[in-house]
């Protein structure tokens, strides 16, 4: 069975240990791997949501549709090493125009490793920006 993690009240929590392949010579979480993680909890997020990325790109929502990460701040505060479990949290943050924004922190059992706030817009197979439509909007969880 696949770990999606778990779905709470409006916030995912997914569980990943660190492996070799994410770290660098001296057992170190590489500061690009955050983003993989990252990437992890907001689509498994979304997925246990019922947005799955096929269907997007299959026109479910009228037209194909795929999510683009538009900015990301993050503040690191303490280093992942390898064998650590980690626990990446993402909430769903606020919609603002196109942009739809996810709180996302990634933890080692209570230790605060990383804050990010990362914004992401919806794009045409054209790369041209999209309004959330009223069903994506619905299962995100979207007011």
Do not use: C
């Amino acid at each position: 069975m696949v770990n999606s993690g778990s779905l709470g009240d409006g916030f995912h929590t997914l569980t990943e240990r660190v492996y070799f392949e994410h770290t660098d010579f001296s057992g170190v979480v590489y500061h690009t791997r955050y983003l993989d993680f990252l990437e992890h909890g907001r689509s498994d997020y979304v997925r246990m949501l019922g947005v799955h990325h096929k269907q997007m790109n299959a026109a479910e929502f009228g037209e194909p549709l795929v999510f683009a990460v538009h900015r990301m701040e993050i503040e690191f505060k303490a280093a992942a090493r390898i064998d650590d479990v980690l626990t990446i949290e993402t909430q769903r943050g606020q919609l603002q125009g196109l942009r739809l924004t996810f709180n996302q922190t990634i933890r080692r059992d209570a230790q605060v490793l990383l804050e990010a706030v990362v914004t992401v817009i919806l794009m045409n197979p054209q790369g041209k920006p999209r309004r959330y439509p009223g069903e994506l909007l619905l299962r995100l969880g979207v007011s």
